[in-house]
C-alpha cells in the first residue's frame, strides 16, 4: 500500500475543483474508479489480500449453498432450465463448491445455466479456471444481463459493498454527510451547509429521536427491488448473505479493510477495501413492498447448522488425516461461531421468494431436505 494512492490525487482534484463530495460517491470511486478503483484491478481475497470471505474458509459453505439451491429447484416444481446466478462471485470458489455438490442430482445438474455477476477482469479470470470443466457458464456486468427464467441467485458478501448515503443530524436537521478536505489539504468528513428538506419524515421511527451528531446511512432500494421482482415475476428465490444489523437506527458503520486489519477509510482511497453494514429490515421492507415472499433473516450460524453443516464437517473429518480435521473444526468453528473472529452471529441471511413459496430450508427448524457425499476439496 503506497503513501498516497493515485486515487487519492484524483480525488482531492476533484473536490478542489467541485466542492466536497457526498460519502457515496467517495466510496463508489474508492471501489469502482475506472483506473484505480479497489474492484477493478485486484484480487482482494485469502491470506495474501485484505480479507477472507465465507467460501475461502471452507467448501463446506458452498456446497451446502448449492444443496440449498436444489431445495429451491425442487419447491419451484423442477424446471427444466434453472439459472443459477452469483453477485459478486470472489474467485469462483463458492460456485465451484456449489457445483461439485449438485453432481449428486444429475437432473438438476443437466438443467443448470450458471451466471456469474463480475465487474473485476481480475477475478473473472480467476473464476474462470476454477469453473474450467463446467458447462453453460456466462459472465455480465449486472443482474439485467442475465437471460429470463426462473434461478436461484446467490449474494454472499455482495450488498456492504453498494455505495451507502450518509446524513449527519445537526442543530438545524439532517445534512449530507461529506468527504472534503481540511485545512492541510487532507481528506476528511464533513456535511453539506444546508440541511435536507423534512428529511425527518423519511427517517425510521428508531431514527427520529437521534442526538446531534448521530449519523444514519441507507442504501437506495434499486439492487434489491432487481432481485425481488426477478424472482417475484419469473419463479426462483434470492439469498442474501452478509453482515449487517437487523432494525434501521442510526449509527456509522462507513469502515475500510486493509491486510485483514481496520483502517482509516479516508487514507490511501483506492486500496483498502471501504464497506458499510448492510440494514436488513430495509431490504425487507423492500421486498415486501414489491410482494415477494420474505423469510429471516436469522444468524448465518443457525442457517448453516439447519443445512446440516456440522453432520457434513463430521463426515469430512472421518476421511481426513488428524492435521486437516484440525482445520475442518476450526473452519467450522468460524462459519457458525461467535465472538472474535466468528461469523455466525454477526452475518445474517436472508431470502427473498416468489409470494408462493411459503418455506424455504434453514430458516425453520426443519431438517436438511438433502445432504451431499460430495469428494474432499
Known sequence: MTETSPLQSELKKLIKSSGPMPVWRYMEMCLTHPQHGYYISRDPLGREGDFTTAPEVSQMFGELLGLWAASVWKAIGSPPVLRLIELGPGRG????????????????????SVHLVEINPVLRE????????????????????????????????YFDVLPVHQVVKRETGWHERTVELDVNGKLAFGAAAEPMPRFEVLLPPLVRAA????????????EIMKLASRVRDQD???????????RSDAGDTFQAIARHSFTDPLKNPGQADVTAHVDFQALV???????????????QGEFLKRLGIETR????????????????????????????????????????????????????DEEPAARADTDDA
Open 211 to 222: 442526538p446531534v451528531g448521530a449519523v444514519f446511512e441507507w442504501r437506495p432500494d434499486g
Open 126 to 157: 480467476k473464476q474462470k479456471a476454477a469453473l474450467s470443466g463446467v458447462r453453460n457458464v456466462a459472465w455480465h456486468d449486472g443482474i439485467d444481463d442475465v437471460p429470463d427464467g426462473p434461478a436461484v441467485i446467490l449474494a454472499n458478501e
Open 93 to 112: 470458489t463458492m460456485m465451484a463448491d456449489a457445483l461439485r455438490a449438485l453432481r449428486v442430482l444429475p437432473p438438476l445438474y443437466q438443467a443448470l
Open 285 to 299: 421492507r423492500a421486498a415486501e413492498d414489491l410482494g415477494a415472499a420474505v423469510h429471516g433473516p436469522v444468524p
Open 236 to 246: 426462483g428465490a434470492a439469498l442474501i448473505i452478509d453482515y449487517g444489523h437487523l
Open 313 to 364: 464437517a463430521v463426515g469430512l473429518m472421518a476421511k481426513a488425516t488428524p492435521e486437516v480435521s484440525e482445520d475442518i473444526a476450526g473452519a467450522l468453528k468460524r462459519l457458525i461461531g461467535g465472538g472474535r473472529g466468528g461469523m455466525g452471529s454477526m452475518f445474517k441471511v436472508l431470502a427473498v421468494s416468489e409470494p408462493r413459496l411459503t418455506s424455504l430450508v434453514g430458516f425453520n
